[in-house]
């Protein structure tokens, strides 16, 4: 049976100080369920961050990495560096790396080659702008997305990756996407792995919806079939807020 995951990807929000108070209060509140929960501070509180959940189910990811071990790459963060910290997961092609600092499909190929490579747990994302949607051809963009920086990936180390598919069209535009919407896309993305591949790895991947999720509309887009879970933003940074949600699953 695939994970059921709730990855909190925090962005560039939270001092130290912000980063410690919320893990304590998240910590405090969690509530029993059968899903993973998973936060991503920004670089510079990750080792707090793990320091002050030890101990718990929380797992800690990180939000980006580089491609190279190591090297002449200024304000760059490597996989081992995170390793030694004990961070084994990242989130990797989120829309706003792709929108506003230029990643593409070929970068992300190879930073997710390094993840799996160096044993990591990848979050990989994707999804369709507002236009791509407008004009019918969000699963062609999807489709090749996916293909693009998955496609060398050998069926094995699909155990490794998490996907989180973001309709970017309804993040901070006024669309709103249903869960029905949500349903049809995930459904897509497992039909096309199965494609790819077959449908041992297809039906093991967890697939997150990161469509601004909230606490009242998490269980309606969760208890669809193909919705493993999702990759929250702005509610995970409240403590009670992203424990609704969680409590959705």
């Known amino acids: 049976m695939r994970a059921k995951i709730v990855a909190g990807n925090w962005k560039m929000n939270k001092t130290l100080q912000e980063t410690e108070a919320l893990l304590a209060e998240l910590s405090a509140m969690l509530p029993d369920s059968q899903a993973e929960v998973i936060v991503a501070p920004t670089f510079v509180n990750l080792q707090a961050a793990q320091a002050a959940l030890q101990g718990?189910?929380?797992q800690v990811a990180a939000q980006n990495m580089h491609f190279a071990e190591n090297g002449a790459y200024t304000g760059e963060?490597?996989?081992?560096?995170?390793?030694s910290?004990?961070?084994?997961i990242v989130i990797l092609g989120h829309s706003e790396r792709r929108a506003y600092f230029g990643e593409d499909d070929a970068l992300l190929a190879k930073k997710v080659k390094t993840a799996i490579a160096k044993g990591m747990k990848t979050i990989f994302c994707f999804g369709e702008e507002l236009e791509e949607r407008k004009s019918d051809k969000h699963f062609e963009v999807v489709e090749s997305q996916l293909k693009n920086a998955l496609s060398d990936l050998d069926a094995d180390a699909w155990k490794q990756v998490i996907l989180a598919y973001e309709p970017v069209w309804a993040i901070g535009t006024g669309e709103t996407a249903s869960p029905e919407q949500a349903q049809e896309m995930h459904a897509f993305i497992r039909k096309t792995i199965a494609g790819a591949y077959n449908s041992t790895v297809a039906d093991n991947v967890s697939i997150l919806y990161g469509g601004s999720v909230k606490p009242g509309n998490a269980?309606?887009?969760?208890?669809?079939p193909d919705v493993d879970g999702g990759l929250i933003g702005g509610a995970s940074l409240v403590a009670s807020d992203f424990v609704e949600i969680i409590k959705g699953i």
């Open 85 to 88: 910290l004990g961070v084994d």
């Open 56 to 58: 718990s189910t929380i």
């Open 77 to 83: 963060i490597s996989a081992d560096m995170l390793l």
């Open 219 to 224: 269980a309606e887009i969760f208890s669809k």
